[in-house]
């Protein structure tokens, strides 16, 4: 059972970054596609990222494109996040999830992190 867990989060102030990380257990997390998504209060959760777990592609969400890096930490079974030139508008919970297909992370079968606070605040 694979088992995902989130650290990173805090607090930070516009235009700094901050770097989370995704570990997993169980199994390794190269045979998933693995992404993150966050949810603002009163927001529905949507999708940031994501990278495949065969061919590394990464997707990014408009609003991210640029300030968002996500890669994979080799040897290390974790997937990061940088986020640069935070804005306010980052503040959210933000959950690492993975998923067997690509396309289908998000949906039925991901797993879930228990995810970790960002808070972008001046």
């Known amino acids: 059972q694979l088992q995902l867990v989130e650290s990173g989060g805090g607090l930070v102030q516009p235009g700094g970054s901050l770097r989370l990380s995704c570990a997993g257990s169980?199994?390794?997390?190269?045979?998933?596609?693995i992404g993150w998504f966050r949810q603002a209060p009163g927001k529905e959760r949507e999708g940031v990222s994501c990278?495949?777990?065969?061919?590394?592609?990464?997707f990014y969400a408009d609003s991210v494109k640029g300030r968002f890096t996500i890669s994979r930490e080799n040897g290390k079974n974790t997937v990061t996040l940088q986020i640069d030139n935070l804005k306010t508008e980052d503040t959210a919970t933000y959950y690492c999830?993975?998923?067997?297909?690509?396309?289908?992370?998000?949906?039925?079968?991901?797993?879930w992190g228990q995810g970790t606070q960002l808070t972008v605040s001046s």
């Open positions: 990278i495949g777990g065969s061919d590394g592609s990464t």
């Open positions: 999830a993975a998923h067997r297909n690509y396309y289908t992370l998000g949906s039925a079968g991901t797993y």
């Open positions: 169980g199994n390794s997390l190269d045979y998933y596609a």
